[in-house]
Structure formats: C-alpha cells, structure tokens
Nanobody
Framework: QVPLVESGGGLVQAGGSLRLSCAYSGRDFSKYTMGWFRRAPGKEREFVAGLSWTGQFTKYGDAVKGRFTISRDNAHNTVYLQMNSLRPEDTAVYYC????????????????WGQGTQVTVSS
C-alpha cells in the first residue's frame, strides 16, 4: 500500500488555480520533510517545493516561486500545494514525497512517493 495519495489535479485554464492535497497513511508524518515534484511529458523530474517537518522552512523551484505555496497539516497527515497563476508549462504529473531530514530538492533523499496526479493547464 502506497502511504502517500495525491488528489486535486485536473484541467484548468491558464491563469487559474488548483490546490493539490497529499494524504499520508504511515507513521510519524510530523517528522518528515515533505516535497512536491513534477514530470512533464518528455522532460526530467523537476523539483517544485519542499517543506520542513516543522512547517517553518520552505524551498521552491525557480519556475514556481511566487505562484505556488506548500503547506502542511500535521493533525491530518496532509500536505498541500496551492498553485496560482497557472501556465501551460505547469502541465505535468505532480508527485508528493516524504523523507526524513531530506534535502528539499534531492529526490534521492525521499523515502516515500505517491502515484501522482495529473495537472493540465490549457492556454
């Protein structure tokens, strides 16, 4: 059983917003660094956002700075990605990840991955 399940993806027009959710069903969620990555067709996996286990520290990929916001609710074992001012180039499968003391942008340091949710932005 995959301990991370993403939801909230879909089709949206350019300039619109979506909020992705990622529910964690394992143990010790509050101890994990959480991350969002994405993969567009024909491209490599790209770091989107990372959040410390305390929720105090964040890091964003250059392509999404100022438009996306990562947050977490440790009481509900959930991490969110609020995506505003969406662009066609944001079209990708978005993956949630969890890692103990993971370096935010390094996918190799994450222990758990969701199966992804598709986000499509039309022009």
């Amino acid at each position: 059983q995959v301990p991370l399940v993403e939801s909230g993806g879909g089709l949206v027009q350019a300039g619109g917003s979506l909020r992705l959710s990622c529910a964690y069903s394992g143990r010790d969620f509050s101890k994990y660094t959480m991350g969002w990555f994405r993969r567009a067709p024909g491209k490599e996996r790209e770091f989107v956002a990372g959040l410390s286990w305390t929720g105090q520290f964040t890091k964003y990929g250059d392509a999404v700075k100022g438009r996306f916001t990562i947050s977490r609710d440790n009481a509900h074992n959930t991490v969110y990605l609020q995506m505003n001012s969406l662009r066609p180039e944001d079209t990708a499968v978005y993956y949630c990840s969890a890692g103990y003391l993971a370096e935010y942008a390094n996918p190799l340091q994450y222990d758990h991955w969701g199966q992804g949710t598709q986000v499509t932005v039309s022009s």
